[in-house]
């Protein structure tokens, strides 16, 4: 259903909450999909004529209590699982990430396990997916606590006023070149020709940063990962002074998606790691040179997969629609075959094949890099190595490999990470977090990549499995189990190919 806010409904909110003591059921805060990617675009921000910069509206914290001149007459749709605010703060898989009780914090009272990411939003929850929110992001601490909602544009900042005359947020999906400017709103109207410049600041994690490119000005930009970029527009003003403002760029994709990170070698080569995807819910051995039942740098890359390869990956049927699995899916929208826009050349072996894209697929093999480049378009950009499905079965678990194919000679460690993202929300990091107690990062020494006769290393990384979603009011999003060989300790699944190939690894978690 849909209610009309008005000035009077806040008050009566706000007066009511106690009367909700006792019955979390009928006051529990409510809120649909947990998805950063998604939403509409918008969400005011502040900006600054003094030639620094400000961020959007402000500071995420407190709750939003309309003054009697504020504009609160939002339609919005109601949750009709929960109403708006309650006493607590719930910690069920349904509310997990929302701000329950209102107070400007999500999971305060809430526990998890090291390495978890959930989605998140503050203030009022009837709000959450409005044209104009976004969510953040928390990360589950080593002690077992979720951390601060970290950015998003939310209740607590007057999102549902999806104001895009100010700077405001804008969205894209992965290696989609976006234009910058769409986010400026009025705000660039009285901009001096030719003094307009952006620049970029990437999620944590990800490194190298592409640049901002283009002319005429300077404003497009391919972002290759998922996750929350900082973009900070500066414009010259007539009277000689600028002035700036600052607004997010929310970039995530449909359906699972996975990319693998690691340390590469200042101007050199680098060593190279492989990602990999095993079928769901199959538990037959791995294969690090491409098995049909294990997605990888063998058989899931382009050349493989347009040339119909034995061991190439038919997990899915050939025909189908959307959102059912489906093995290729062109979509009529151009721009939303994500496989056409893949960096370095990538992209346009999949335009040339004309078929759409694969699930599942490597958008590309990253085997050697300049991690000093920072032009997407360059052979020698360090790209992550990133596995889709863009429409995957529920309720079956798939499994997520690290193997460490070469070193190239090189004697230096590398720590590799491993973001797995539900619908557009990062679901899990790992490898950076998540492992051993202490916590530290997982750890792949040269000797790792040296070859036979011992084998080279393999990390048996976590099973996702998106949920079944059965009922309006069940919780959305996938679940990401981590592996571990002992759970007291967080020690990792840690083998080698030669075992990986004849012994799948523990088994399957129940059903999600």
């Given at each position: 259903?849909?209610?009309?806010?008005?000035?009077?409904?806040?008050?009566?909110?706000?007066?009511?909450?106690?009367?909700?003591?006792?019955?979390?059921?009928?006051?529990?805060?409510?809120?649909?999909?947990?998805?950063?990617?998604?939403?509409?675009s918008?969400?005011?921000?502040?900006?600054?004529?003094?030639?620094?910069?400000?961020?959007m509206?402000?500071?995420?914290?407190?709750?939003?209590i309309?003054?009697?001149?504020?504009?609160?007459?939002?339609?919005v749709?109601?949750?009709?699982?929960?109403?708006?605010?309650?006493?607590?703060?719930?910690?069920?898989?349904?509310?997990?990430?929302l701000?329950d009780?209102?107070?400007g914090?999500?999971?305060?009272?809430?526990?998890?396990?090291?390495?978890?990411?959930?989605?998140?939003?503050?203030?009022?929850?009837?709000?959450?997916?409005?044209p104009?929110?976004?969510?953040?992001?928390?990360?589950?601490?080593?002690?077992?606590?979720?951390?601060?909602?970290?950015?998003g544009?939310?209740?607590?900042?007057?999102?549902f006023?999806?104001?895009?005359?100010?700077c405001?947020?804008?969205?894209s999906?992965?290696?989609?070149?976006?234009?910058?400017?769409?986010?400026?709103?009025?705000?660039?109207?009285?901009?001096?020709?030719?003094?307009?410049s952006?620049?970029?600041?990437?999620?944590?994690?990800?490194?190298?940063?592409?640049?901002?490119?283009g002319?005429?000005p300077?404003?497009?930009?391919?972002?290759?990962?998922?996750?929350?970029?900082?973009?900070?527009?500066?414009?010259?003003?007539?009277?000689?002074?600028?002035?700036?403002?600052?607004?997010?760029?929310?970039?995530?994709a449909?359906?699972?998606r996975?990319?693998?990170?690691?340390?590469?070698?200042?101007?050199?080569?680098?060593?190279?790691?492989?990602?990999?995807?095993?079928?769901?819910?199959?538990?037959?051995?791995?294969?690090?040179?491409?098995?049909?039942?294990?997605?990888?740098?063998?058989?899931c890359?382009?050349?493989?997969?347009?040339t119909?390869?034995?061991?190439?990956?038919?997990?899915?049927?050939?025909?189908?629609?959307?959102?059912?699995?489906?093995?290729?899916w062109?979509?009529?929208v151009?721009?939303?075959?994500?496989?056409y826009f893949?960096?370095?050349?990538?992209?346009?072996?999949?335009?040339?094949?004309?078929?759409?894209?694969?699930?599942?697929r490597?958008?590309l093999?990253n085997?050697?890099?300049?991690?000093?480049?920072?032009?997407?378009?360059?052979?020698d950009?360090?790209?992550?190595e990133?596995?889709?499905?863009?429409?995957?079965?529920k309720g079956?678990?798939?499994?997520?490999?690290?193997?460490y194919?070469?070193?190239?000679?090189?004697?230096?460690?590398?720590?590799?990470?491993?973001?797995i993202?539900?619908?557009?929300?990062?679901?899990?990091?790992?490898g950076?977090?998540?492992?051993?107690?202490?916590?530290s990062s997982?750890?792949?020494?040269?000797?790792?990549?040296?070859?036979?006769?011992?084998?080279n290393?393999?990390?048996?990384?976590?099973?996702?499995?998106?949920?079944?979603?059965?009922?309006?009011?069940?919780?959305?999003?996938?679940?990401?189990?981590?592996?571990?060989?002992?759970?007291?300790?967080r020690?990792?699944?840690m083998?080698?190919?030669?075992?990986?190939?004849?012994?799948f690894?523990?088994g399957?978690p129940?059903?999600?």
């Open positions: 259903m849909r209610r009309r806010r008005t000035l009077g409904f806040f008050v009566l909110m706000f007066v009511s909450l106690s009367a909700c003591a006792g019955v979390a059921a009928s006051c529990a805060a409510g809120g649909g999909s947990h998805s950063t990617f998604g939403g509409g918008g969400g005011g921000s502040s900006a600054s004529s003094s030639g620094t910069s400000s961020g509206g402000g500071d995420g914290g407190g709750i939003f309309p003054d009697a001149g504020d504009d609160v007459s939002i339609d749709v109601m949750n009709p699982c929960g109403t708006e605010c309650g006493p607590n703060e719930l910690c069920d898989d349904f509310h997990l990430g701000d009780d209102c107070d914090v999500a999971d305060e009272d809430c526990s998890c396990s090291a390495g978890q990411v959930h989605s998140c939003f503050l203030g009022d929850p009837s709000y959450k997916d409005t104009g929110c976004f969510d953040g992001a928390e990360k589950c601490s080593e002690n077992g606590k979720w951390g601060p909602c970290i950015g544009v939310h209740a607590t900042q007057q999102c006023k999806n104001d895009k005359t100010a405001h947020a804008i969205t999906p992965p290696f989609l070149t976006t234009d910058l400017k769409n986010g400026t709103g009025d705000f660039s109207a009285d901009a001096v020709a030719g003094t307009e952006w620049t970029v600041k990437c999620p944590d994690g990800v490194s190298p940063c592409p640049s901002v490119s002319s005429s300077p404003d497009d930009f391919q972002p290759l990962q998922s996750g929350e970029y900082t973009v900070t527009y500066t414009k010259g003003l007539a009277d000689g002074t600028t002035a700036s403002c600052t607004y997010p760029l929310f970039v995530g449909p359906g699972l996975v990319e693998l990170s690691w340390e590469h070698d200042l101007g050199g080569d680098g060593v190279d790691l492989d990602l990999h995807l095993h079928r769901p819910n199959d538990s037959l051995p791995w294969g690090m040179d491409g098995v049909a039942q294990d997605c990888g740098y063998g058989n890359t382009i050349s493989s997969l347009s119909q390869l034995p061991d190439a990956p038919e997990w899915f049927p050939q025909f189908g629609q959307p959102p059912d699995p489906i093995s290729w062109k979509d009529p151009f721009e939303k075959n994500n496989c893949a960096p370095r050349g990538f992209g346009l072996d999949w335009q040339n094949n004309d078929r759409g894209c694969h699930n599942p490597l958008d093999d085997i050697t890099c300049n991690s000093l480049s920072t032009n997407p378009d360059d052979s950009f360090c790209a992550p990133n596995i889709n499905v863009d429409f995957p079965p079956e678990w798939f499994r997520i490999g690290v193997y194919y070469e070193n190239h000679g090189k004697t230096y460690d590398v720590h590799p990470t491993v973001k993202f539900c619908d557009g929300a990062l679901t899990a990091e790992l950076s977090k998540g492992y051993y107690e202490p916590e997982i750890t792949f020494t040269s000797g790792d990549g040296a070859g036979l006769p011992t084998g290393r393999f990390w048996m990384v976590a099973d996702v499995a998106f949920r079944s979603n059965d009922g309006a009011c069940a919780a959305k999003g996938c679940v990401v189990q981590p592996l571990y060989a002992n759970a007291a300790t020690t990792p699944v083998t080698n190919n030669t075992v990986a190939e004849t012994n690894g523990p399957y129940p059903p999600p």
